[in-house]
T-cell receptor
Framework: NAGVTQTPKFQVLKTGQSMTLQCAQD?????MSWYRQDPGMGLRLIHY???????DQGEVPNGYNVSRSTTEDFPLRLLSAAPSQTSVYFC??????????FGQGTRLTVV | AQRVTQPEKLLSVFKGAPVELKCNYS??????LFWYVQYSRQRLQLLLR??SRESIKGFTADLNKGETSFHLKKPFAQEEDSAMYYC???????????FGKGTLLTVNP
Protein backbone atom coordinates (compact mmCIF):
# COMPACT_ATOMS: atom_id res chain seq x y z
CA ASN A 1 0.00 0.00 0.00
CA ALA A 2 1.50 3.31 -1.08
CA GLY A 3 -0.79 5.41 1.16
CA VAL A 4 -0.57 9.11 0.31
CA THR A 5 1.94 10.10 -2.34
CA GLN A 6 3.00 13.68 -3.00
CA THR A 7 5.12 14.98 -5.84
CA PRO A 8 7.48 16.71 -6.13
CA LYS A 9 9.44 16.54 -2.86
CA PHE A 10 11.28 19.79 -3.54
CA GLN A 11 10.56 22.71 -5.84
CA VAL A 12 12.01 26.15 -6.44
CA LEU A 13 9.84 28.67 -8.27
CA LYS A 14 10.33 32.21 -9.41
CA THR A 15 7.78 34.80 -8.33
CA GLY A 16 4.86 34.74 -10.72
CA GLN A 17 5.37 31.18 -11.95
CA SER A 18 2.63 28.62 -11.67
CA MET A 19 2.80 24.98 -10.67
CA THR A 20 0.74 22.07 -9.45
CA LEU A 21 1.52 19.96 -6.42
CA GLN A 22 0.25 16.44 -6.92
CA CYS A 23 -1.37 14.27 -4.28
CA ALA A 24 -2.71 10.75 -4.72
CA GLN A 25 -4.06 8.21 -2.27
CA ASP A 26 -4.91 4.55 -2.78
CA UNK A 27 -7.02 3.95 0.34
CA UNK A 28 -10.36 4.99 -1.17
CA UNK A 29 -10.66 7.80 1.40
CA UNK A 30 -13.40 10.32 0.75
CA UNK A 31 -11.77 13.17 2.64
CA MET A 32 -8.59 14.85 1.39
CA SER A 33 -6.93 18.07 2.45
CA TRP A 34 -3.94 20.31 1.92
CA TYR A 35 -1.97 21.98 4.72
CA ARG A 36 0.97 24.29 4.81
CA GLN A 37 3.51 24.05 7.62
CA ASP A 38 5.40 27.14 8.65
CA PRO A 39 7.71 27.65 11.65
CA GLY A 40 5.76 28.75 14.69
CA MET A 41 2.44 28.49 12.84
CA GLY A 42 1.78 24.77 12.95
CA LEU A 43 -0.27 23.24 10.15
CA ARG A 44 -2.86 25.46 8.53
CA LEU A 45 -5.61 24.11 6.32
CA ILE A 46 -5.58 25.47 2.76
CA HIS A 47 -8.37 23.54 1.00
CA TYR A 48 -10.21 20.33 1.57
CA UNK A 49 -12.54 17.95 -0.21
CA UNK A 50 -15.19 15.61 1.14
CA UNK A 51 -15.50 13.66 -2.10
CA UNK A 52 -15.05 13.77 -5.85
CA UNK A 53 -16.43 17.01 -7.25
CA UNK A 54 -16.68 18.71 -3.84
CA UNK A 55 -14.08 21.14 -2.52
CA ASP A 56 -14.09 23.95 0.02
CA GLN A 57 -11.77 26.55 1.46
CA GLY A 58 -9.83 26.14 4.63
CA GLU A 59 -8.11 28.70 6.80
CA VAL A 60 -5.59 30.08 4.26
CA PRO A 61 -6.99 29.53 0.73
CA ASN A 62 -5.82 32.70 -1.03
CA GLY A 63 -3.43 32.06 -3.90
CA TYR A 64 -4.32 28.38 -4.21
CA ASN A 65 -6.82 26.41 -6.28
CA VAL A 66 -7.89 22.79 -6.01
CA SER A 67 -10.09 20.33 -7.86
CA ARG A 68 -11.18 16.78 -7.13
CA SER A 69 -12.15 14.93 -10.29
CA THR A 70 -11.45 11.48 -8.84
CA THR A 71 -11.46 9.95 -5.38
CA GLU A 72 -7.73 9.27 -5.64
CA ASP A 73 -6.30 12.62 -6.71
CA PHE A 74 -6.36 16.06 -5.14
CA PRO A 75 -3.91 18.47 -6.85
CA LEU A 76 -3.06 21.89 -5.44
CA ARG A 77 -2.40 24.70 -7.92
CA LEU A 78 -0.42 27.84 -7.36
CA LEU A 79 -1.47 30.21 -10.13
CA SER A 80 1.10 32.96 -9.53
CA ALA A 81 3.65 32.04 -6.90
CA ALA A 82 4.66 34.59 -4.28
CA PRO A 83 7.51 34.49 -1.72
CA SER A 84 4.87 34.26 1.03
CA GLN A 85 4.00 30.82 -0.34
CA THR A 86 7.41 29.47 0.57
CA SER A 87 6.50 26.63 2.89
CA VAL A 88 6.25 22.89 3.35
CA TYR A 89 3.00 21.51 1.96
CA PHE A 90 1.32 18.36 3.21
CA CYS A 91 -1.53 16.44 1.68
CA UNK A 92 -3.65 14.19 3.89
CA UNK A 93 -6.51 11.76 3.47
CA UNK A 94 -8.89 10.17 5.90
CA UNK A 95 -12.16 8.34 6.16
CA UNK A 96 -15.05 8.94 8.53
CA UNK A 97 -13.27 11.13 11.12
CA UNK A 98 -10.63 8.46 11.61
CA UNK A 99 -6.86 8.69 11.43
CA UNK A 100 -5.50 11.09 8.83
CA UNK A 101 -2.69 9.77 6.64
CA PHE A 102 -0.14 12.27 5.42
CA GLY A 103 2.14 12.48 2.44
CA GLN A 104 5.85 13.04 2.88
CA GLY A 105 5.55 16.74 2.11
CA THR A 106 6.67 19.14 -0.63
CA ARG A 107 9.23 21.77 0.29
CA LEU A 108 8.52 24.79 -1.90
CA THR A 109 10.73 27.84 -2.18
CA VAL A 110 9.59 30.92 -4.10
CA VAL A 111 12.36 33.35 -4.99
CA ALA B 1 -15.22 27.85 15.69
CA GLN B 2 -12.71 25.26 16.77
CA ARG B 3 -9.28 26.08 18.09
CA VAL B 4 -6.35 24.18 19.54
CA THR B 5 -3.74 25.80 21.76
CA GLN B 6 -0.35 24.34 22.57
CA PRO B 7 1.25 26.84 24.92
CA GLU B 8 4.81 25.52 24.69
CA LYS B 9 6.73 25.90 21.43
CA LEU B 10 9.75 24.13 22.88
CA LEU B 11 10.12 21.58 25.65
CA SER B 12 13.42 20.12 26.76
CA VAL B 13 13.78 17.29 29.27
CA PHE B 14 16.42 14.76 30.25
CA LYS B 15 16.18 11.08 29.46
CA GLY B 16 14.18 9.27 32.11
CA ALA B 17 12.32 12.37 33.25
CA PRO B 18 8.55 12.67 33.00
CA VAL B 19 7.18 14.73 30.17
CA GLU B 20 3.86 16.49 29.68
CA LEU B 21 2.90 18.30 26.49
CA LYS B 22 -0.04 20.58 27.05
CA CYS B 23 -3.03 20.96 24.76
CA ASN B 24 -6.16 23.01 25.32
CA TYR B 25 -9.04 23.24 22.90
CA SER B 26 -12.00 25.44 22.21
CA UNK B 27 -15.12 23.82 20.84
CA UNK B 28 -18.71 24.04 22.01
CA UNK B 29 -19.69 20.44 21.30
CA UNK B 30 -18.01 17.08 21.79
CA UNK B 31 -14.80 17.02 19.79
CA UNK B 32 -12.52 14.22 18.77
CA LEU B 33 -8.96 14.86 19.90
CA PHE B 34 -5.74 13.51 18.44
CA TRP B 35 -2.02 13.73 18.96
CA TYR B 36 0.15 13.56 15.85
CA VAL B 37 3.94 13.26 15.85
CA GLN B 38 6.52 14.21 13.27
CA TYR B 39 9.97 12.72 13.70
CA SER B 40 12.88 14.37 11.95
CA ARG B 41 12.51 14.18 8.15
CA GLN B 42 9.45 11.95 8.38
CA ARG B 43 5.80 12.51 7.62
CA LEU B 44 3.24 13.23 10.29
CA GLN B 45 1.69 10.18 11.84
CA LEU B 46 -1.00 9.53 14.38
CA LEU B 47 0.22 8.89 17.91
CA LEU B 48 -3.02 8.80 19.91
CA ARG B 49 -6.72 9.52 19.64
CA UNK B 50 -8.84 10.02 22.69
CA UNK B 51 -11.56 7.52 21.84
CA SER B 52 -8.99 4.71 21.69
CA ARG B 53 -7.87 5.29 25.28
CA GLU B 54 -4.70 3.33 24.61
CA SER B 55 -1.03 3.86 25.38
CA ILE B 56 1.30 4.17 22.41
CA LYS B 57 5.08 4.16 22.90
CA GLY B 58 4.42 4.80 26.59
CA PHE B 59 2.40 7.96 25.91
CA THR B 60 -1.10 8.51 27.25
CA ALA B 61 -3.55 11.36 26.94
CA ASP B 62 -6.77 11.94 28.81
CA LEU B 63 -9.56 14.14 27.60
CA ASN B 64 -10.67 16.52 30.36
CA LYS B 65 -13.88 18.13 29.17
CA GLY B 66 -14.14 20.35 32.25
CA GLU B 67 -10.76 21.92 31.59
CA THR B 68 -11.03 21.44 27.79
CA SER B 69 -7.62 19.84 27.80
CA PHE B 70 -5.96 16.82 26.21
CA HIS B 71 -2.46 16.78 27.63
CA LEU B 72 0.05 14.17 26.43
CA LYS B 73 2.10 12.44 29.11
CA LYS B 74 4.90 9.95 29.42
CA PRO B 75 6.44 8.93 32.74
CA PHE B 76 9.97 8.28 31.46
CA ALA B 77 11.12 10.13 28.35
CA GLN B 78 13.47 8.46 25.85
CA GLU B 79 15.83 10.11 23.39
CA GLU B 80 13.85 8.66 20.49
CA ASP B 81 10.83 10.64 21.68
CA SER B 82 12.46 13.82 20.38
CA ALA B 83 10.08 15.12 17.74
CA MET B 84 7.45 17.73 16.91
CA TYR B 85 4.11 16.97 18.52
CA TYR B 86 0.82 18.36 17.29
CA CYS B 87 -2.50 18.29 19.07
CA UNK B 88 -5.49 18.26 16.71
CA UNK B 89 -9.26 18.36 16.86
CA UNK B 90 -12.23 17.37 14.72
CA UNK B 91 -15.51 18.99 15.69
CA UNK B 92 -19.05 18.65 14.49
CA UNK B 93 -20.07 16.54 11.56
CA UNK B 94 -17.21 17.52 9.29
CA UNK B 95 -13.81 15.97 8.74
CA UNK B 96 -11.75 19.12 9.17
CA UNK B 97 -8.71 18.54 11.34
CA UNK B 98 -7.60 21.67 13.19
CA PHE B 99 -4.04 21.64 14.48
CA GLY B 100 -2.27 23.46 17.25
CA LYS B 101 1.03 25.17 16.50
CA GLY B 102 3.03 22.25 17.77
CA THR B 103 5.55 21.58 20.53
CA LEU B 104 9.10 20.57 19.72
CA LEU B 105 10.22 18.05 22.32
CA THR B 106 13.92 17.47 22.86
CA VAL B 107 15.02 14.65 25.13
CA ASN B 108 18.61 15.11 26.21
CA PRO B 109 20.89 12.20 27.13
Amino acid sequence: NAGVTQTPKFQVLKTGQSMTLQCAQDMNHEYMSWYRQDPGMGLRLIHYSVGAGITDQGEVPNGYNVSRSTTEDFPLRLLSAAPSQTSVYFCASSSDRAEAFFGQGTRLTVV
Amino acid sequence: AQRVTQPEKLLSVFKGAPVELKCNYSYSGSPELFWYVQYSRQRLQLLLRHISRESIKGFTADLNKGETSFHLKKPFAQEEDSAMYYCALIGGSNYKLTFGKGTLLTVNP
